[in-house]
């Protein structure tokens, strides 16, 4: 059964445009997208390349702004306005609130899992200790490690639990297992969602693989630019059941 969606929400986009370029050689990355987003909620966005997922995530996450419109996020009671704040102020909203999970690891090589981990932990004001977070992804037994020990699901395992060892009140996921097979990418997803789960962590994942989109609570279908379909799971599956 889907869990019940809480009332508060964590981002709320209004008209959100995004362009890049001029003229006739303008791309239309995000066309007027409205958004919500509530506490604790995973979501699924799905898409072809192209679509607008990764713009969504970006601006979401403030590593882009938008052309127009409003992407609001709630903290506490508080809603901030993303849209046209200054790199101080979302530097600051990136390393407080914010986790990401891309599809390439972007692990230091020459240290550990645990010490990779510790990058993060040494700069947040309540972060988990990097055991910890190592344990809740599966890694308990391989902190020690260093990455080229590692198979390729497990240094993406450690990048989740870099990314929420500072405690962020969101995850965002953008392809985590677009370099994946599919048993592995399974058990990221499975890290992904105990995360989600356990934590309470506010998830948004990227794929355009559509399968995965049945572990989501919700499920936007980008085209475009667009959100062209929102489906509320009514039968949402774990992540050890999916196949693609």
């Known amino acids: 059964m889907p869990k019940p969606l809480p009332a508060s929400s964590v981002f709320t986009a209004r008209a959100l445009v995004k362009t890049y370029g001029e003229g006739d050689t303008a791309v239309h ?7 919500d987003i509530v506490r604790g909620e995973f979501v ?4 072809a390349s192209g679509s607008g997922k990764s713009t969504l995530l ?3 996450g403030g590593l882009d702004t938008a052309t127009s419109g409003s992407a609001q996020w709630t903290h506490d009671g508080q809603a901030h306005e993303l849209i046209g704040a200054g790199d101080t102020e979302l530097t600051r909203y990136r390393r407080e609130h914010v986790g990401f999970v891309f ?5 230091i090589p020459s240290l550990t899992a645990e010490e990779n981990v510790a990058l993060v932990t040494d700069l947040a004001d309540d972060p988990m200790a990097p055991a910890d ?3 809740l992804v599966g890694l308990a037994a391989r902190k020690h490690h260093f990455v080229s020990q590692l198979s390729g699901g497990e240094q993406q395992r450690v990048a989740i639990a870099r990314a929420i060892a500072k405690r962020p009140a969101v995850l965002l996921c953008d392809e985590p297992t677009g370099a994946l097979d599919c048993a592995t990418g399974i058990m990221v997803l499975q890290a992904i969602e105990r995360v989600n789960r356990e934590l309470g962590t506010t998830t948004v994942v990227i794929t355009h693989n559509a399968p995965i989109a ?5 499920v936007l279908r980008l085209a475009d630019g667009r ?3 929102s ?11 999916l196949s693609w």
């Open 58 to 60: 970006n601006i979401l």
């Open 133 to 135: 977070a190592l344990a």
């Open 29 to 35: 990355a995000l066309r007027g997208v409205d958004l």
């Open 231 to 241: 489906l509320v799971n009514a039968h949402k599956v774990p992540a050890s059941t």
């Open 44 to 47: 699924v966005l799905l898409g």
């Open 227 to 229: 959100i062209v379909d």
């Open 214 to 218: 049945d572990m989501a609570d919700r």
């Open 103 to 107: 599809q390439f690891y972007n692990l």
